[in-house]
């Protein structure tokens, strides 16, 4: 298979960490959550002073260990930079745009694609959003069980968890974003269909 070209993966960087930062914005403003590391800094931020985008670069950091020794250091650096610009996007996005009146079942939805579109560049473009992405892509490459199946599991575990914070409303169409997400991933990132080499 052809590689990408230095200048592609940069355009896909950019293109896929901004089409993560507006669809975690959408479900920011709606008050929902999502899964994975993005999931668990937007429940912190329910009681933590920290923005998003700084408590979600923290709390990446330990997965980068596992992703330099599993996936090496090309993939690594690339999260690294992945998150690094979903952290600054997501946090100054309210800079370019507002929403008012924002409809929770449309922030669901779209804000779910937009996160499955821009992971699945990531992914084929030799990066993701560390955390959660890292693990699923370890399982993927060592059991053949695809991304999506087992993101949905971390997911939902995480809007369990969300419960005790958000509204059952809230929760339900965060389920519905999550399910977008993974849909998106389940439909187009299959080992058998699309080989990356992290490495």
């Given at each position: ?15 896929g960490t901004l089409l993560v930062a507006q669809g975690i914005f959408f479900l920011k ?171």
């Amino acid at each position: 298979m052809e590689k990408h070209t230095f200048m592609e993966d940069c355009a896909a960087m950019l293109t896929g960490t901004l089409l993560v930062a507006q669809g975690i914005f959408f479900l920011k403003t709606s008050s929902m959550v999502v899964g994975g590391t993005a999931g668990l800094a937007l429940l912190f931020n329910q009681f933590a002073p920290l923005s998003f985008g700084t408590t979600y670069f923290l709390i990446n950091i330990p997965f980068y260990f596992l992703a330099w020794s599993r996936l090496g250091p090309r993939f690594t650096v690339n999260s690294l930079i992945a998150v690094t610009l979903v952290s600054i996007f997501t946090d100054n996005l309210h800079h370019f745009v507002q929403f008012e009146g924002l409809n929770i079942a449309y922030s669901a939805i779209i804000g779910g694609l937009l996160i499955g579109l821009g992971l699945l560049i990531l992914f084929r473009h030799r990066a993701s959003l560390g955390g959660s992405n890292v693990l699923c892509l370890v399982i993927q490459d060592k059991t053949g069980i695809s991304v999506g199946k087992t993101q949905l599991v971390i997911d939902a575990s995480i809007l369990v968890a969300s419960l005790y914070f958000i509204s059952p409303v809230q929760i339900a169409w965060s389920i519905g974003a999550a399910i977008a997400i993974n849909i998106i991933l389940w439909m187009n990132h299959k080992p058998t269909r699309y080989a990356v080499n992290y490495k």
